[in-house]
């Protein structure tokens, strides 16, 4: 990693709330660039400060997908008791697609016991992105396009529609 931007890692530790906001900004502006300090933003997401939480949002959102060896760390983010981050493991592990296809269990569990509405619908959609590789979430999938809550149950039967190629009966 290089070192700016292992520096930049060690400033969204700081003490100093300012040198974190400069930190999460410059993060901001790196787009794709900043997919290394990826776990460290998704940690970030606790920081007290709305600002600093505001430009890590918007380093999460410019990244684009992680870095593949970060598979395994991501996974175990989804069960986050912050709901910012679970929603962003899971957005994180949809935009690796088909490389996501090791998470998809773990994504199904989300789908079956989050208490986030918001993390089970991102899981949903990160299980479609993931697509045929997904496969072993297809009875949860169904069970959810089945439930009562309709756009979870929409994302649900599209991931579903993308998982298979074709539309449920």
Request: aromatic content about 2%.
């Amino acid at each position: 990693m290089d070192a700016d931007l292992l520096h930049l890692e060690e400033e969204l530790c700081s003490t100093n709330a300012q040198r974190r906001v400069d930190a999460a900004e410059q993060l901001s502006l790196l787009g794709h660039q900043a997919s290394p300090a990826v776990i460290p933003l998704l940690c970030t997401l606790r920081d007290s400060d709305e600002q600093v939480r505001e430009y890590v949002t918007s380093a999460l959102e410019n990244l684009g997908p992680p870095p593949t060896n970060q598979l395994g760390h991501l996974v175990p983010m989804l069960q986050d008791e912050n709901l910012d981050i679970g929603y962003w493991a899971a957005t994180l592990l949809g935009r690796l697609g088909r490389i996501g296809g090791p998470a998809a269990e773990s994504l199904a569990d989300v789908l079956q016991h989050s208490t986030h509405t918001v993390v089970r619908e991102r899981s949903a959609w990160a299980l479609g992105e993931i697509g045929k590789e997904a496969s072993v979430a297809l009875d949860q999938l169904h069970r959810t396009a089945q439930g009562s809550e309709p756009r979870l149950a929409r994302l649900a039967q599209e991931a579903i529609e993308k998982i298979t190629g074709e539309a449920d009966e």
